[in-house]
């Protein structure tokens, strides 16, 4: 499968993102997906999760009730809703992919078999 992420851009503190990341192929409902950012001289970060079909979701304590991740299997689309954004939120994003079933999310990097591009969101103070 093939990831391509969009959305990024340049928002005040407070503002809001959203970014959208778009998978080929014709089995993209059987994968499980994540976000996750990098940061200037800073690991790559765990970010959000979703597995195949939505109904389960998984955040980093970071994000928990300011972004919300989501999907839609008809288009294949995920999506990470980013609201009450902070400058600390500053960093490239990354969606990626892992062919799982059930309600399996994770939150490392090494268990993602496919990754898209990346996006920057830079929030200003």
């Known amino acids: 499968v093939q990831l391509q992420a969009s959305g990024g851009g340049l928002v005040q503190a407070g503002g809001s993102l959203r970014l959208s990341c778009a998978a080929s192929?014709?089995?993209?409902?059987?994968?499980?997906m994540g976000w996750f950012r990098q940061a200037p001289g800073k690991e790559r970060e765990f970010v959000a999760a979703?597995?195949?079909?939505?109904?389960?979701?998984y955040y980093a304590d970071s994000v928990k009730g300011r972004f919300t991740i989501s999907r839609d299997n008809a288009k294949n689309m995920v999506y990470l809703q980013m609201n009450s954004l902070k400058p600390e939120d500053t960093a490239v994003y990354y969606c990626?992919?892992?062919?799982?079933?059930?309600?399996?999310?994770?939150?490392?990097?090494?268990?993602?078999?496919?990754w898209g591009q990346g996006t920057q969101v830079t929030v200003s103070s």
């Open positions: 990626a992919a892992k062919r799982a079933g059930g309600s399996v999310v994770a939150t490392i990097p090494s268990w993602y078999d496919y």
């Open positions: 192929g014709r089995t993209f409902s059987r994968y499980a």
């Open positions: 979703i597995s195949w079909n939505g109904g389960s979701t």
